[in-house]
């Protein structure tokens, strides 16, 4: 009963980081669409710089003929606009997640269903949530930077009791990764 109860907050996987998720893997599974989180996913919150290992990343997925769209909860439209042209993909910003309605407007707007999308992301209560209520499949990877806004860090507590026990593609055995805290 607690399994089930914890299924929402359940990601289909765990990686430690977006670069290191198979896209041959995502191809092979029918996946047409990648909605992407930005801070902490694919920007670092502390330098507001794409890494080049995610940058090479999203390269070769868009070569891969996956679409990609940015799906954030950041306010500042502006610089979410500008990391969204700096990534190359479209935005949908005010996303509101856990609330699963900004991933239906980014999967319309780029004609993939859900059964043909994943969304990543660096949060159970946010990402992974919404993604699971829209129907989608979803990864989650760790945060790239401790830095988090106050009410993020509350939340990162609750993950600790659901990540527990949890084991990231990519992760060294008894590392403990880029886990928040």
């Known amino acids: 009963m607690a399994n089930e109860m914890l299924s929402?907050?359940?990601?289909?996987?765990?990686?430690?980081s977006v670069d290191r998720i198979d896209i041959d893997a995502l191809v092979a599974a029918g996946v047409r669409l990648v909605l992407l989180d930005r801070d902490n996913t694919c920007i670092p919150r502390d330098t507001h710089v794409v890494p080049p290992a995610i940058g090479a990343w999203l390269d070769r997925l868009r070569n891969s003929g996956i679409a990609m769209c940015l799906l954030s909860n950041n306010f500042h439209s502006a610089e979410v606009a500008?990391?969204?042209?700096?990534?190359?993909?479209?935005?949908v910003d005010h996303a509101m997640k856990p609330a699963p309605f900004s991933a239906w407007v980014a999967m319309a707007r780029m004609g993939v269903g859900p059964e043909q999308t994943i969304v990543v992301g660096d949060q159970v209560f946010t990402d992974v949530l919404a993604g699971n209520l829209a129907g989608a499949r979803t990864i989650l990877v760790r945060p790239q930077s401790r830095r988090d806004l106050w009410y993020t860090q509350v939340f990162r507590l609750g993950e600790a009791l659901v990540l527990r026990g949890v084991k990231f593609e990519g992760e060294s055995a008894g590392a403990p990764g880029r886990s928040a805290g």
Not at 10 to 15: E, K, P, S
Not at 82 to 91: D, E, H, M, N, T
């Open 8 to 16: 929402p907050f359940r990601a289909t996987r765990y990686v430690v």
């Open 82 to 91: 500008a990391s969204a042209s700096q990534l190359g993909c479209p935005v």
